[in-house]
Structures are given as structure tokens and as C-alpha cells.
């Protein structure tokens, strides 16, 4: 009923920048919180950043000053701009999505395919 596509992973250097897409389709009415997460190799999936449909962000403080979190209500989507990237930053990124269906009566969580983020020292 709801896709989450995501898109702009890639392989960067240290100091280097890549921007996340994530847009979400299917039934939806609504959507209230977007977000990124993300999974290193024999790691735990973590919260990177979170945002609200009143565009409320919240960070890992990991990421804190260096990642910004946007999303456009209208498109259903959300960006994740990644800044002076480390090395510590490598991870599979998933896109998470609370979304109404229509015609439902409580949210569901939705998640993308992830994408792959490498940065080389």
C-alpha cells in the first residue's frame, strides 16, 4: 500500500557531503513523522535524524552539526544532507515513515530499502 524509495548513496570522501532522498507513494492520507536510520556492519540499526509533519527535528548526537534533516510535506518526502563526512558515518540508511493509510485508523511504520553510504578515509 506504501513505498518508500530511496535515493543518493554513494562513496565519499572524508570531509565530503552527500544528500538522502526518501519519497514515499501508495494510500497515504497522512504522514507525521519521517526519518533516518541507519545500520553499520555488526551494529544495531540507530536513529540518525528525525522530523514532523510541523517540521520538529531531532539528532543523533553523533550527527548533530553536520546532518540536516528536511522534508517536503507535499511531495512526501524527506532529505537527509550529510556534511563533513567520517569514516564512522559508513552504514546501510533506511528511511522510516509514520504513515495513516487511508481509510485506516492508526499509523503504521514503513520503511525503505535502504541505501548505501561509504566514506573512504
Known amino acids: 500500500q506504501v513505498q518508500l524509495v530511496e535515493s543518493g548513496g554513494g562513496l565519499v570522501q572524508a570531509g565530503g557531503s552527500l544528500r538522502l532522498s526518501c519519497a514515499a507513494s501508495?494510500?497515504?492520507?497522512?504522514?507525521?513523522?519521517m526519518g533516518w536510520y541507519r545500520q553499520a556492519p555488526g551494529k544495531q540499526r540507530e536513529l540518525v535524524a528525525i522530523?514532523?509533519?510541523?517540521?520538529?527535528?531531532n539528532y543523533a548526537d553523533s550527527v548533530k552539526g553536520r546532518f540536516t534533516i528536511s522534508r517536503d510535506n507535499a511531495r512526501n518526502t524527506v532529505y537527509l544532507q550529510m556534511n563533513s563526512l567520517k569514516p564512522e558515518d559508513t552504514a546501510v540508511y533506511y528511511c522510516?515513515?509514520?504513515?495513516?493509510?487511508?481509510?485506516?485508523?492508526?499509523?503504521?511504520?514503513?520503511w525503505g530499502q535502504g541505501t548505501q553510504v561509504t566514506v573512504s578515509s
Open positions: 522510516n515513515a509514520a504513515v495513516l493509510v487511508r481509510f485506516a485508523v492508526k499509523e503504521y511504520d514503513y
Open positions: 501508495g494510500s497515504i492520507f497522512s504522514i507525521s513523522a
Open positions: 522530523v514532523t509533519s510541523g517540521r520538529s527535528t
